[in-house]
């Protein structure tokens, strides 16, 4: 099982990533697909969760209106859309399946000016 996040960088506050994540190893399908972060000296926290089948998303407060999680089954990869930016979501992200499997190396997003 792999999972290869990708798409993070240095944005100004306001600013827009799109981030994305490839899996293998598994039936990708059939899983729920989540984004989660972790910032320094913080707890890694749960951003935004898609469902296998009818795609439900649900998303953690900080984030609604802001984020949006989409899965691409055909190319086993689920991305995040991350606009108006703030310096608190500054953190590395990972993707992961549930139930969760090995991490992957995360991607870095800084929002800074």
């Known amino acids: 099982v792999q999972f290869v996040e990708s798409g993070g960088g240095l944005v100004q506050p306001g600013g827009s990533l799109r981030l994305s994540c490839a899996a293998s190893g598994f039936t990708f399908s059939r899983y729920t697909m989540s984004w989660y972060r972790q910032a320094p000296g913080k707890e890694r926290e749960l951003v935004a969760r898609?469902?296998?089948?009818?795609?439900?998303?649900n998303y953690a407060d900080s984030v609604k209106g802001r984020f949006t999680i989409s899965r691409d089954n055909a190319k086993n990869t689920v991305y995040l859309q991350m606009n108006s930016l703030k310096p608190e979501d500054t953190a590395v992200y990972y993707c992961?399946?549930?139930?969760?499997?090995?991490w992957g190396q995360g991607t870095q997003v800084t929002v800074s000016s």
């Open positions: 898609i469902t296998s089948g009818s795609g439900s998303t």
């Open positions: 992961n399946s549930l139930p969760a499997r090995s």
